[in-house]
């Protein structure tokens, strides 16, 4: 499985964005898709994730300006956020947790820049 992620970039304090994450591969059906967030020297924490069944969970500081959703049919998560504060500047990674009842399966994107002026 691979996920390729896209949409970051530089935004105005106050706009908003939309990252995009493609996944490939043979993927198990049950599965969550999701974004994390990395600043500098700092963990990575979760922004958001969808289930394959469409129930989204957000983080507290995104929620009310976030929207995950999924596109099933072609394995593809969407993040679009606004009312960016300079606090969102992190590195964005997607991520796909598969379900196999007995285990689960982890992959990564490799990241994508926000970066949000003050």
């Known amino acids: 499985v691979q996920l390729q992620a896209s949409g970051g970039g530089f935004v105005n304090s106050g706009g908003s964005l939309r990252l995009s994450c493609a996944a490939s591969?043979?993927?198990?059906?049950?599965?969550?898709m999701g974004w994390y967030r990395q600043a500098p020297g700092e963990e990575r924490t979760l922004v958001a994730r969808?289930?394959?069944?469409?129930?989204?969970d957000y983080a507290d500081s995104v929620k009310g300006r976030s929207t995950i959703s999924r596109d099933n049919a072609t394995n593809t998560v969407y993040l679009r956020m606004s009312s960016l504060k300079p606090e969102d500047t992190a590195v964005y990674y997607c991520?796909?947790?598969?379900?196999?009842?007995?285990?689960?399966?982890?992959?990564w994107g490799q990241g994508t820049q926000v970066t949000v002026s003050s």
């Open positions: 991520k796909l947790v598969e379900n196999l009842g007995y285990a689960t399966l982890d992959y």
């Open positions: 591969g043979n993927i198990y059906r049950h599965n969550v």
């Open positions: 969808v289930l394959s069944g469409g129930i989204p």
